[in-house]
């Protein structure tokens, strides 16, 4: 069966700080990859979108990255980290038009 | 561009109640509709996945309902249980922006009192 393993669950970093945020799935080949950020009194935001190795299309412009160094394997980074990052992020696959979300992750910059 | 509403945004009912949460989206041009649950601190899980074919789709005591033409789809949760409560989400696929996105409403914060 399919999964999909987002970690860590929580994080509270100091601006400034690098992020590296990762995703796995399991269960599925070539997955079409997300991440999305919730902030607070605000809706589910597309923040990049992976069809591939190495394929990363950036929604948002900001200081957070994204890079996908193997095919089941999606990683959102930053290098120095603003308090305006703090959010919910969720990592998230798709096939066939349904999709599943990770468990996400809790991100406070202080 | 496409935008999402959900009515109302926060629902609160006794335990037993059926209950149906709204969503509305501004342009019919979908192909699906999946409905997403969110408990507190944690992920979304999908619920019901509507396709545009379809007019309804059932799953245990919730039923979801499509109707393209007006732009409407609602969830109905028949005898609501403590356990039902949660956000509720509903989302439609951008085809106007990027591949595959999905485009959410805020949400339906639901409270099943016991």
């Known amino acids: 069966s399919q999964t999909i393993h987002q970690w860590p669950a929580t994080l509270v970093q100091p601006v400034g700080s690098p992020l590296s945020l990762e995703c796995t799935v399991e269960g599925t080949s070539n997955p079409n990859l997300y991440w999305y950020r919730q902030a607070a009194g605000r809706g589910l935001q597309l923040l990049f979108y992976?069809?591939?190795?190495?394929?990363i299309s950036s929604e948002v412009p900001q200081n957070l990255s994204a890079s996908r160094p193997q095919d089941r394997q999606f990683i959102l980074s930053s290098k120095k980290l603003l308090l305006s990052d703090s959010g919910f992020y969720l990592c998230?696959?798709?096939?066939?038009?349904?999709?599943?979300f990770g468990s996400g992750t809790r991100l406070t910059v202080v | 561009k496409q935008e999402v509403t959900q009515i109302p945004a926060a629902l609160s009912v006794p335990e037993g109640e059926n209950l149906v949460l709204n969503c509305s989206f501004t342009?019919?041009?979908?192909?699906?509709l999946q409905w997403f649950r969110q408990d507190p601190g944690k992920g979304l899980t999908s619920l019901l996945l509507i396709q545009s074919s379809q007019r309804e789709q059932t799953s245990g005591r919730l039923n979801a309902s499509l109707d393209k033409s007006s732009g409407r789809s609602t969830l109905y949760i028949a005898a609501s249980q403590p356990g039902d409560s949660a956000t509720y989400l509903c989302?439609?696929?951008?085809?106007?922006?990027?591949?595959?996105?999905?485009?959410f409403g805020k949400g339906t914060k639901l409270s099943v009192k016991p």
């Open positions: 992976s069809v591939g190795i190495g394929q």
């Open positions: 989302a439609v696929p951008d085809y106007g922006g990027s591949q595959g996105n999905l485009i």
């Open positions: 998230a696959w798709s096939e066939a038009a349904l999709y599943t």
């Open positions: 342009d019919s041009a979908i192909y699906n």
